[in-house]
């Protein structure tokens, strides 16, 4: 563990940079989104998110493109540990 301050810690590390910027932007997720993302989180494919979500794979593919772009994250695993982070967002949905 290292005494650092926050600001410090965040500029010596991109993904933490990126995680900390998606915060602010969790509230744009639709409830939609942040039910797709609660499957994503579990290891979900595409496919099975649209068998429960009764949705095609490809509307799956649109909301979890939507999560990231609007997270500003890079990847499902990305997104996924940012929601491992954040437990009170997906309560939301």
Do not use: C
Not at 8 to 14: E, F, G, Q, W
Not at 58 to 67: G, M
């Amino acid at each position: 563990m290292t005494n650092k301050p926050i600001h410090v810690m965040l500029a010596d590390d991109p993904l933490a940079q990126r995680m900390a910027w998606a915060e602010g932007r969790a509230e744009r997720l639709t409830k939609r989104e942040l039910e797709a993302l609660t499957l994503v989180t579990r290891g979900l494919s595409n496919k099975e998110i649209g068998y429960r979500l009764h949705v095609t794979e490809r509307t799956v593919e649109f909301h979890v493109s939507n999560i990231l772009r609007r997270l500003g994250l890079n990847s499902r695993v990305e997104a996924a540990v940012w929601a491992k982070d954040h437990p009170y967002v997906l309560a939301q949905g």
